[in-house]
């Protein structure tokens, strides 16, 4: 099982970044999937969550109206579209797959920098 992310890099405040997660060796489309991010010296934290069919979204706080998660079952591919990054945005951002009485499934990481 493997999930991959990318699109993580440098941006400028106010600017915009698409991250990817493929998924592989698993049945994608039956697994609820998530964004983490985890910011140095502190704890890793829920971004954004989406439903196996892709019904249903919720976000943190912090980053509503700001950030959209979405999935692509077709080819097993989840997305967080980034808008109006701010500095307090930088992080590692994780991908995460979950299902009931499946192991969670983590990503390696990719990095954000949001700075002028």
């Known amino acids: 099982v493997q999930l991959v992310e990318s699109g993580g890099g440098l941006v400028q405040p106010g600017g915009s970044l698409r991250l990817s997660c493929a998924a592989s060796?698993?049945?994608?489309?039956?697994?609820?999937m998530s964004w983490y991010r985890q910011a140095p010296g502190k704890e890793r934290e829920l971004v954004a969550v989406?439903?196996?069919?892709?019904?249903?979204?919720n976000y943190a706080d912090s980053v509503k109206g700001r950030f959209t998660i979405s999935r692509d079952n077709a080819k097993n591919t989840v997305y967080l579209q980034m808008n109006s990054l701010k500095p307090e945005d930088t992080a590692v951002y994780y991908c995460?797959?979950?299902?009931?009485?499946?192991?969670?499934?983590w990503g390696q990481g990719t990095q954000v920098t949001v700075s002028s």
């Open positions: 995460n797959a979950k299902r009931v009485l499946r192991a969670t499934i």
């Open positions: 060796r698993f049945t994608f489309s039956t697994y609820d």
């Open positions: 989406i439903s196996s069919a892709g019904g249903s979204t």
